[in-house]
């Protein structure tokens, strides 16, 4: 924009207008109506006038961010304007839904929306003033935001971010922790009947903001005084952490109850399975888009081998040997690897986009052969298999969401080390080298063959592993559960997650599949999330949430690399 | 003396244009070599029939008397042939030091149980090829850089670091395409003198397409041109420089016979 301090209002009313399509579209797809039932803050916000609120905020901060001249000067106004813009759409909005009689075309446009969006005011007139002073109000904040010094608006952004994570998740956090008499006092003083209370958010607020603030100017001085510490105290420091994290990891089932115990463990598949295409897709670059065939064959194999439902009649299968579940595991994972290596073959000349294109087709065959009539006598075809096998160590046997739960952990733990070894290896090096740049890599001397099928092999046989856990867990199967909509998912927490990234896994799987688990409202509006967030992410965060760190090894001793295993793993 | 790379009557063809057309070529142990010839000559088709990146369609390449010509790019250096690309072809987001790791692959063994029960072998081997690439990088003077990312490095380092990396196979032949392209004249001596320093003190043979006539007239041993994909002229620089085939396909006709000599 032009460097003058004439005030920009054209660039105001270009955000507020973009702001105020965002605020339309999500009010017209009825997410506000919905998630109203939801409060943030008790009494004060529900969830639905946050999303408004939060499309008028940025508009109010991109405008100020574009106004010319100096800062602050033009910042509050122009977030003003820019908000009251949007608001204004929201107004026109309101007016003509009852006008034109909206709702015959727009089922969304109804009376609700406009008892939301006029904050329950009597009177239309006093509610639209209302919307517009909001609108103006918040987008001003929004340009207030902008011109605060660096440190201070990351603080007040993280603290925004919290309160609304909290209030958010206030009815799961209540119910988990009610285990917990020593912190009932304490919850619901800071937790109203639904959401965060007045006081719990302040308390929020100012902690997350603070913290954070502190952090960002102490924090170096902190970390180098544990740096200054001697070995021995590291060592201390790194075990202890350890171990806490263990005792986190072993105990967390208790706390979290069934419900959010089945929760962390469709969580846990999905980190499992991502893994596996972290392999495929962030270590070797091969973009696989039919990687739920593994997970359905390794859940095919776990149930026909395990299955107690053996006959002709409807819903049985005329081969079982009825093995036990320990049995069938390793089966299961080496038909995956096997079916891994097959479907790999005959793409190895494929790159980029073919490769895609083909193992989507793979992924589709393997779901209509499941479904086939042809097969149907083997793996039940539409009727699926019941009956699949539980798995049993000595007393425990794994058939409730919070024994399931730590062999999920262990999956996921044992796929995490596999990963994280391979990464640093010769294989993991030569599967960077084929991402980076596939004809150089074999000019430096690496079988292209064998690196791709054993990416494949290694992808398919996490993914293989998560299936018959996953039949054993569901205890039927159902060529349904397979969908290539689980293939787009798993790719989706990779991306989002950082192509690559080991922790990127896991960050990615608790966002794009724990939270629509928990906030139930988000499943209807899942694809829709997913398509925005995917969108957002693409144009400011590429490189994922938490890209993977480059490896700092020049001055560092080969051995001394390989000591630090991950700690905090599936939460 | 036995050439280590004998190349006889060579064709490569891309649809109806013939790169390389009937080539033979010899190359001396421990010389170094250049290949010239104006743009499009087939210098770097015929790189790519040695290394394997193209198959030929006629005639044979071999390297110390084993056949070439149908082998995949990766058993062909593990033969003990590796090259540079004449635009750099780094692993842009492995750091210096992994591109260097990568580029010893074929010479280490250890898989896939190897690497994840991280067994006694697997360490050693691993802590030897990490000190090999921290001498490689010295070598080539890039100690410190080890940890950033290929592609965050300068050009001229990037240079080095593919040389670095494809020593790191331990080539008994480096195929260098045109090395000091787009350095100017200090780097450029560096690098004249570097290539020197990789036959004297590693004992390499070295085969270099280059355009910079002031660098292959001072380095090379043996020149070989070519034009239109077939061999116009080989010899010491001496004998190249005054030859009048050389000059008019340089330099085109009506202007060879105005001028004495190339640049």
Same mark, same amino acid.
């Given at each position: ?43 004060? %916000? ?81 509610? %639209? ?227 895609? %294109? ?214 | ?91 842009? @987001?492995?750091?210096?030091?992994? @591109? ?51 592609? @965050? ?89 005054? @030859? ?20």
């Amino acid at each position: 924009m032009t460097k003058n301090t004439h005030f920009n209002w054209l660039n105001a009313l270009r955000m507020g207008l973009i702001g105020g399509v965002v605020a339309l579209l999500i009010s017209l797809v009825g997410m506000v109506e919905e998630f109203s039932q939801r409060d943030i803050i008790a009494g004060v %916000i529900t969830m639905g006038q946050t999303l408004l609120f939060i499309a008028i905020l940025m508009a109010g901060y991109f405008a100020a961010g574009r106004a010319a001249g100096q800062p602050g000067l033009n910042s509050l106004p122009s977030g003003a304007l820019a908000g009251l813009v949007t608001a204004g759409i929201l107004a026109v909005l309101v007016v003509i839904i009852p006008l034109l009689n909206l709702r015959a075309i727009l089922p969304n446009a109804s009376p609700a929306l406009i008892r939301i969006l006029t904050f329950l005011q009597e009177s239309l007139v006093v509610g %639209i003033f209302y919307l517009l002073g909001a609108g103006a109000m918040i987008g001003a904040a929004g340009g207030l935001i902008n011109i605060l010094p660096a440190g201070i608006r990351r603080a007040v952004i993280l603290a925004l971010f919290w309160v609304g994570l909290l209030g958010l998740l206030q009815e799961l956090l209540r119910v988990t922790l009610t285990n917990m008499p020593q912190v009932g006092a304490v919850l619901s003083w800071m937790f109203g009947s639904r959401g965060l209370s007045v006081p719990g958010a302040i308390a929020v607020f100012v902690a997350v903001a603070g913290g954070n603030y502190l952090w960002a100017s102490q924090g170096d001085k902190v970390q180098d005084r544990i740096r200054a510490q001697p070995p021995a105290t590291h060592r201390a420091m790194r075990w202890g952490s350890i171990v806490v994290a263990i005792a986190v990891v072993l105990y967390l089932p208790r706390v979290l109850g069934p419900y959010l115990s089945d929760v962390t463990n469709s969580v846990g598949l999905f980190i499992l399975m991502g893994l596996g295409l972290n392999i495929v897709v962030g270590f070797a670059g091969l973009l696989d888009l039919g990687y739920v065939a593994f997970f359905a064959i390794g859940a095919y194999v776990m149930g026909v081998l395990t299955s107690s439902a053996i006959g002709q009649n409807a819903g049985q299968i005329v081969f079982g040997p009825q093995l036990s579940f320990w049995q069938a595991l390793p089966i299961a994972v080496g038909v995956s690897v096997l079916f891994g290596i097959i479907l790999g073959i005959p793409v190895l000349k494929m790159r980029g986009d073919y490769l895609a %294109i083909v193992t989507l087709g793979f992924g589709e065959i393997i779901r209509i052969l499941a479904l086939s009539d042809f097969l149907k006598p083997y793996i039940g075809g539409s009727q699926g298999i019941v009956e699949v096998g539980e798995g049993q160590i000595g007393p425990v046997i794994f058939n409730t969401p919070q024994t399931l739960y730590y062999l999920i952990v262990a999956g996921c733990l044992l796929a995490l080390f596999i990963s994280r070894r391979l990464r640093d290896s010769r294989p993991g090096r030569a599967w960077k080298a084929m991402r980076e740049d596939e004809d150089v890599a074999q000019a430096m001397g690496i079988n292209l063959v064998a690196t791709k099928l054993l990416a494949f092999g290694t992808g398919a046989a996490f993914s293989g592993l998560s299936g018959a856990i996953f039949a054993s867990k569901i205890g039927s199967i159902y060529p349904h559960s397979f969908s290539l909509l689980i293939s787009i998912n798993v790719l989706s927490l990779i991306i989002v997650g950082g192509m690559g990234s080991l922790p990127g896994v896991f960050v990615g799987a608790l966002v794009l599949v724990g939270l629509p688990e928990l906030l139930r409202e988000f499943s209807e509006y899942r694809l829709l999330m997913y398509g925005a967030l995917l969108i957002v992410m693409m144009l400011t965060r590429p490189e994922g949430f938490w890209p993977e760190a480059t490896h700092k090894r020049e001055f560092h001793e080969a051995a001394a690399s390989e000591v630090a295993p991950e700690s905090a793993p599936a939460s | 003396m036995a050439p280590i790379l004998t190349a006889r009557q060579v064709t490569k063809r891309f649809g109806g244009l013939t790169a390389v057309n009937n080539l033979d070529l010899e190359i001396q142990e421990r010389f170094i070599h250049s290949v010239i010839g104006p743009n499009g000559a087939g210098k770097t088709t015929f790189f790519n029939c040695v290394t394997g990146f193209n198959q030929p369609e006629a005639g044979e390449i071999l390297l110390n008397g084993h056949h070439l010509e149908r082998l995949s790019p990766d058993r062909i250096t593990q033969l003990g042939i590796a090259r540079t690309y004449q635009n750099i072809r780094l692993f842009a @987001n492995l750091t210096a030091l992994e @591109n260097i790791l990568v580029g010893q692959h074929p010479r280490l063994k250890s898989g896939m149980l190897g690497a994840i029960f991280n067994t006694p072998g697997t360490q050693r081997e691993e802590a030897k090829a990490l000190a090999e690439a921290r001498r490689l990088l010295a070598f080539v003077g890039l100690t410190g850089k080890g940890d950033h990312l290929a592609r @965050n490095l300068a050009y001229g380092d990037q240079r080095r670091l593919e040389i670095a990396r494809a020593l790191a196979s331990k080539p008994k032949l480096l195929l260098l395409d045109e090395p000091t392209a787009g350095m100017n004249p200090r780097e450029t001596e560096a690098m004249t003198a570097f290539i020197h320093r990789l036959r004297d003190e590693l004992g390499l043979t070295i085969m270099l397409i280059e355009h910079h006539m002031g660098v292959v007239m001072g380095i090379s041993e043996r020149i070989t041109v070519l034009d239109y994909g077939e061999k116009i002229a080989e010899g010491a620089p001496v004998e190249i420089q005054t @030859n009048p085939r050389v000059i008019e396909a340089y330099l085109g006709r009506e202007e060879a016979e105005a001028a004495g000599e190339p640049a």
